[in-house]
């Protein structure tokens, strides 16, 4: 540890990203990427953009990709913030809104705590019900910033718009953050609520459905008084933190909706299918609207399976925390490669 960092920062815990094996031989189901390329326009926009530009300084408006975004989502531009992948927004959400504190459930998105944790914040931990659902009455008249994942991760389960409405509601002088990253695989969008709600925070990700996690691209929508709080932020940090490439390709992807819509639901087919094959082997499989599972078998536990996986050179994610140590979080891949996955857990089970 460096003795030059500040005592602040000392006793912070970092967030531990997923592995991204260097050696590329393995059947990669551990940080819910998509396994399909961008959209061939956008992937053909990138072939033939001016690296010439590169000179220049990015627009730091990125008003090109907003006006997409708005067209796609039927909002205004000025509903619209745009970041440098959605966890810096809600690091700068964190930043901005958290003057009372913060509030999330304690089995959901690793991330929440290390930004309280990096900013000072005081934050409370709110137990998921025993089935992982989260419990709305938990959070109302909280009076501090609330962040819910929908769906959530790692369970993959939706809160329903009603209770997200009902939090809402009962928080109107607190941010409330709803965390999209997975919605596109068939949750509900809290979206049409920002011209109801002024507190709602909507994010969302071009990491996952729009399988662009490396060009690094987050969105989010509200009532235009909050996006102005968040622009003052970003204009404090880094005005130009989208790249050129990436602002061009997410307004192309932004125009190519059809593809990606047919790619999520090839997603949640093989999600269905995979669910419904590790059931069948005994595992404890929950609901998910998300670009993976959450899966427990009462025959090998989750660190056993996660390691015997690996062997194989397949990735799955593992967590260690008590409450989720026995499940095993495993992203949606092709049908190819989950039948890869299928058998060799079935391998696996047998060994033993
Ligand atoms: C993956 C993920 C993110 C981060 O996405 P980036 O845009 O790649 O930073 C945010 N929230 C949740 C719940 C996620 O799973």
Redesign the pocket.
């Known amino acids: 540890m460096s003795r030059f960092l500040k005592e602040n920062y000392i006793k912070l815990e970092a967030y531990t990203p997923g592995e991204q094996p260097k050696d590329g031989e393995y059947v990669k189901l551990n940080t819910?990427e998509s396994p399909f390329p961008p959209a061939p326009e956008v992937v053909n926009l990138l072939n033939c953009s001016d690296i010439e530009r590169l000179r220049l300084y990015c627009d730091p408006t990125s008003s090109k990709l907003k006006e997409s975004l708005a067209q796609l989502y039927s909002v205004k531009p000025q509903n619209i913030f745009l970041s440098n992948?959605?966890?810096?927004i809600?690091n700068f959400a964190m930043m901005a809104f958290s003057g009372k504190g913060a509030v999330f459930p304690d089995i959901t998105?690793g991330?929440y705590p290390v930004f309280a944790e990096l900013h000072g914040v005081p934050f409370e931990e709110i137990p998921l019900d025993e089935d992982f659902s989260v419990n709305p009455n938990d959070y109302k008249n909280k009076n501090k910033l609330i962040f819910i994942?929908n769906p959530n991760?790692p369970t993959g389960k939706v809160l329903p718009l009603c209770d997200i409405e009902e939090i809402l509601s009962t928080n109107p002088d607190s941010v409330v953050v709803v965390?999209e990253?997975?919605v596109d695989f068939g949750g509900e969008t809290s979206l049409p609520l920002i011209d109801k709600y002024d507190n709602l925070l909507v994010?969302r990700?071009?990491?996952?459905s729009r399988s662009m996690?490396g060009a690094?691209?987050?969105y989010a929508f509200a009532d235009e008084s909050l996006i102005e709080d968040l622009e003052k932020i970003k204009y404090s940090t880094n005005p130009y933190n989208i790249n050129s490439l990436t602002a061009a390709l997410g307004a192309k992807t932004a125009e190519c909706e059809d593809y990606y819509r047919e790619k999520c639901r090839v997603i949640a087919e093989v999600r269905e299918y995979t669910a419904e094959k590790l059931t069948e082997m005994g595992f404890e499989v929950l609901p998910s609207k998300a670009n993976f599972i959450f899966a427990k078998s009462d025959k090998v536990s989750g660190e056993e399976l996660y390691l015997k996986l690996k062997e194989r050179k397949i990735l799955v994610r593992h967590f260690t925390k008590e409450r989720i140590k026995d499940f095993n979080r495993i992203t949606i891949g092709t049908k190819e490669q989950m039948d890869i996955l299928i058998e060799s857990i079935r391998e696996i089970i047998k060994e033993k």
């Open positions: 819910n992948g959605s966890d810096d809600l998105y991330f994942a991760a965390d990253a997975y994010v990700t071009y990491s996952k996690a690094r691209l987050g």
